[in-house]
């Protein structure tokens, strides 16, 4: 027997180890191989045989074999604000579709840009991607021109999620009972505190908005998220904030909290009683705010195609139709371009907005 062939026959291939770890490790739950396990050998028999024939594996096999581990979700917010909330009632049929798991990881701060910044530096592979309202992708780039933030360069679209609402929503003891009462006590008392889920959120923009049209002066209280900001609302330390439903709603029915109009610009179809904020007598008043999936910019088409894919099968699926419409939102997946367009016509309405009312971040 020759050197190299010694050498040969003496080094295990490392790609023949993989796939023995990985039934060891798959005898060990004493359970049939699953799609993720079937996957990988698949991927670690091409490879060997790549090898011997001496032959390279193209790239796109990864694309094809994807998703091979768990998918983590990067939400902006701290648990209990509509992002998510809507991003936990959304995981499990996605990770039904995807046949991987689907971890949910919040992460707040910045209004957002803390979560960006994360998911703007992971690998475009797939397995790292965001779920984002209009206040991240839409407001904070315009009104925080600082964090250098542009949601189609950062990121690759990948689908509408939801048409996620908030309420204009008040301390169940303030004496008043509709939008023009508010705005009398604003008028009578200059400077009342009014809370948010962090400066340069849509949530912001929606106060800053109302102020301006309406000609009051409430002073912003940011907080992160509306896991904090609703029950600030809720003990008095602040008389009002704009929320989304899945946050108030246990609180409206014991009367700790008095949901008064709609921000966006029509009514939602899950509460018609609700009037919006136009219709109660602030006209050119109207806040629409989209929810959805991003992942980091350069990630391969094949694996954007199939994350839509399946994110719009779980977002349409009837249980989840259902569920959603509980939290006061409309499940609506789109493709990729769809959800670029969207967030394109977000970008001009918000940003010529942000400029016309001269708002800006505390």
């Known amino acids: 027997m020759t050197a190299t062939n010694s050498a040969r026959h003496a080094r295990p291939p490392a790609d023949a180890l993989v796939i023995r770890l990985a039934m060891e490790d798959q005898a060990r739950t004493h359970s049939a191989p699953g799609p993720g396990l079937c996957a990988t050998l698949r991927m670690a028999y091409a490879i060997v045989l790549g090898a011997a024939l001496g032959v390279a594996i193209p790239q796109g096999v990864g694309a094809q074999e994807y998703p091979l581990r768990s998918i983590r979700v990067i939400v902006p917010f701290p648990p209990g604000g509509q992002p998510d909330v809507l991003a936990r009632t959304i995981a499990q049929p996605l990770s039904d579709s995807l046949g991987q798991s689907v971890v949910?990881?919040?992460?707040?701060?910045?209004?957002?840009?803390?979560?960006?910044?994360?998911?703007?530096r992971a690998a475009p592979d797939g397995y790292t991607v965001l779920i984002a309202d209009s206040s991240l992708y839409a407001v904070l780039p315009t009104l925080n021109p600082a964090i250098n933030l542009d949601p189609l360069r950062d990121f690759e679209p990948v689908s509408l999620a939801a048409m996620s609402p908030i309420f204009l929503t008040v301390n169940g003891d303030l004496p008043v009972r509709s939008v023009s009462e508010l705005l009398a006590l604003a008028r009578s008392k200059p400077g009342l505190p009014f809370g948010s889920s962090g400066s340069g959120t849509s949530h912001h923009l929606a106060l800053e908005l109302l102020k301006s049209l309406a000609g009051v002066d409430f002073i912003h209280v940011p907080y992160k998220g509306a896991g904090q900001a609703v029950p600030a609302v809720v003990a008095g330390d602040v008389v009002a904030v704009f929320a989304g439903i899945a946050s108030i709603a246990q609180h409206e029915k014991t009367g700790k909290l008095r949901v008064l109009a709609i921000a966006a610009s029509t009514r939602s179809g899950q509460r018609p009683d609700i009037p919006t904020i136009a219709e109660a007598g602030v006209a050119g008043y109207g806040v629409d705010i989209a929810l959805g999936y991003f992942a980091p910019a350069k990630t391969p088409r094949e694996i954007?195609?199939?994350?839509?894919?399946?994110?719009?099968?779980?977002?349409?699926?009837?249980?989840?139709?259902?569920?959603?419409?509980?939290?006061?939102?409309?499940?609506?997946?789109?493709?990729?371009?769809?959800?670029?367009?969207?967030?394109?016509?977000?970008?001009?309405?918000?940003?010529?907005?942000?400029?016309?009312?001269?708002?800006?971040?505390?």
């Open 304 to 362: 954007i195609d199939r994350l839509s894919r399946d994110i719009v099968r779980a977002v349409n699926a009837p249980q989840t139709r259902v569920r959603l419409a509980v939290l006061g939102v409309d499940s609506n997946g789109t493709s990729p371009d769809e959800f670029a367009d969207l967030i394109r016509k977000q970008n001009r309405q918000y940003g010529e907005l942000i400029r016309a009312t001269g708002i800006h971040a505390d």
């Open 104 to 120: 949910i990881d919040n992460r707040p701060g910045g209004g957002g840009a803390v979560a960006a910044d994360l998911v703007k």
